[in-house]
């Protein structure tokens, strides 16, 4: 069980022991988008893996049904799961019955269902509040706030342990919001859990000082969490060329791509058998594993 302080996590053995091989840690925020890596010095390069994640399992049955398809053919490897929403219990009663690789999907922004405790809404309204304010208004810590936070995200991990048998042992957040200052400089999220990186991105494709900032909050991040070495999002589908550069990392590198199945264009790509043509030699993991170096 974890031990939730406001400024002290402690990790409790299990989640080491469920967790899967080491995920090395490669700043690949400036790399360029293509099969030859920028890896620590002196890190051997390692076998890497495909990994499709489809975010907001739980979130209503609709999200659920269209993510269980996509898994049912093979073209997902693992989900986040959302907890206190209208489809949460069940979705979390499928997944333990059927082996599904389930990590938390941390939500500070998007109402709760009525059925959750009426505090609970209350701080988390309080947060949705002032996140979705201004676009930078996550990068600002909040004092004011503080406790707020605290406890939405100890009663969303105490609900995922009661529903899904076990404590996270990956963790990202719905609209990115686990990257916010009042979550990362609290350390909010247990240590020594893997958690979503921020984007990777080809050089020109953000301002210099864009790429910074997600550096240095992926550097914050890899202090005492496990990440992966690039991260994207599935969609646009539409351009191919990239999709197909983004798999062929693969190769050498860990690649967590995260898609959302209730959007059409992505469920087409995803059940119609698109992904595994274009996929090609690089396999879609099964569940959200890596190998060994």
Not at 131 to 136: A, E, G, I
Request: glycine share 6%; proline share 5%; with cysteine.
């Amino acid at each position: 069980m974890f031990h939730y302080q406001p400024q002290r996590l402690l990790c409790d053995s299990r989640i080491r022991k469920d967790m899967h091989a080491p995920i090395h840690i490669l700043d690949s925020v400036n790399a360029k988008l293509s099969p030859e890596l920028t890896g620590n010095i002196g890190e051997p390069r390692h076998a890497g893996a495909l990994i499709i994640n489809a975010d907001d399992f739980g979130r209503d049955c609709w999200n659920t049904q269209k993510i269980l398809e996509c898994i049912a053919g093979g073209s997902i490897s693992s989900v986040s799961a959302m907890v206190f929403m209208t489809d949460s219990e069940r979705a979390a009663a499928i997944a333990r019955e059927r082996g599904i690789d389930a990590g938390l999907h941390l939500n500070l922004t998007t109402p709760f269902s009525q059925a959750a405790p009426a505090l609970l809404r209350e701080h988390q309204q309080r947060l949705a509040r002032y996140l979705r304010r201004h676009r930078l208004a996550r990068l600002v810590f909040h004092p004011g706030l503080a406790g707020s936070f605290e406890y939405v995200v100890r009663k969303q991990l105490d609900e995922f342990n009661r529903i899904y048998g076990d404590p996270p042992a990956r963790i990202d957040g719905h609209h990115h919001m686990h990257h916010c200052a009042n979550v990362l400089m609290a350390r909010l999220l247990p240590g020594g859990t893997v958690v979503r990186r921020n984007f990777s991105f080809q050089p020109g494709e953000k301002s210099w000082a864009n790429r910074t900032c997600r550096k240095m909050l992926d550097r914050m991040l890899a202090r005492r969490h496990r990440l992966t070495d690039y991260f994207f999002s599935l969609a646009p589908v539409e351009l191919a060329n990239r999709l197909e550069r983004i798999f062929a990392l693969s190769q050498q590198s860990i690649v967590e791509v995260e898609t959302h199945p209730i959007n059409p264009a992505e469920y087409r790509f995803l059940s119609g058998g698109e992904i595994f043509r274009r996929t090609g030699d690089h396999p879609v993991a099964r569940g959200f594993t890596v190998a060994r170096a």
